[in-house]
């Protein structure tokens, strides 16, 4: 694929249509550039080598997820965008939250939970907790957490899979307010 351009001098060439990248196998030794810190990044407390094929993130305390210094992010992508991902939970330590967010002002988000001994996929809207389901131990320490958002009302969707194929709506929606005011 490609497309045609004429310049002043009426010269025609061919030139690739190129696309920034959306989608990340972590096989990299750096990650990619469509991959953004939200904060000034410790690089002790994230790894792409510990663990080939996966992004690891360590923990940090943080009071809500405006303050989480180990999250990372990518822009949304044209009038509807939806990104999924595979969470394994096997390491999470009490006190610990991991999942995946619609990060801007107010955020929500979907994840695992842990609390003592207890593991709980968590939804949470403007900092609020609106919806939480204990997880079965049956389906072993992986989730698939997905978040689809759109232009049509700007609203994001919260879904999970135990199997990568079939998922479940969970939560409610974000009313987005399409920013972060740091004022």
Do not use: C
Request: hydrophobic share 40%; net charge positive; proline share 3%.
């Amino acid at each position: 694929k490609g497309v045609v351009i004429a310049d002043h001098t009426n010269v025609v060439t061919k030139q690739r249509i190129m696309v920034p990248a959306t989608s990340d196998e972590f096989n990299a030794t750096l990650l990619g550039l469509q991959w953004q810190w939200n904060h000034n990044t410790d690089n002790t407390r994230w790894s792409l080598t510990e663990r080939p094929g996966y992004l690891r993130l360590k923990g940090n305390y943080a009071k809500d997820l405006l303050g989480a210094r180990n999250s990372i992010s990518q822009r949304v992508q044209g009038p509807a965008s939806s990104g999924v991902t595979l969470l394994d939970y096997s390491r999470l330590q009490d006190g610990d939250v991991a999942g995946l967010a619609v990060f801007e002002k107010p955020y929500a988000y979907i994840g695992v939970e842990q609390k003592g001994s207890k593991r709980q996929l968590v939804m949470v809207n403007d900092g609020k907790k609106v919806d939480s389901l204990s997880l079965p131990s049956a389906a072993g320490p992986r989730i698939w957490l997905k978040a689809t958002a759109t232009d049509k009302g700007f609203l994001a969707d919260f879904s999970y899979s135990l199997d990568g194929k079939v998922y479940q709506v969970f939560g409610n929606q974000l009313v987005m307010g399409l920013g972060l005011s740091w004022t």
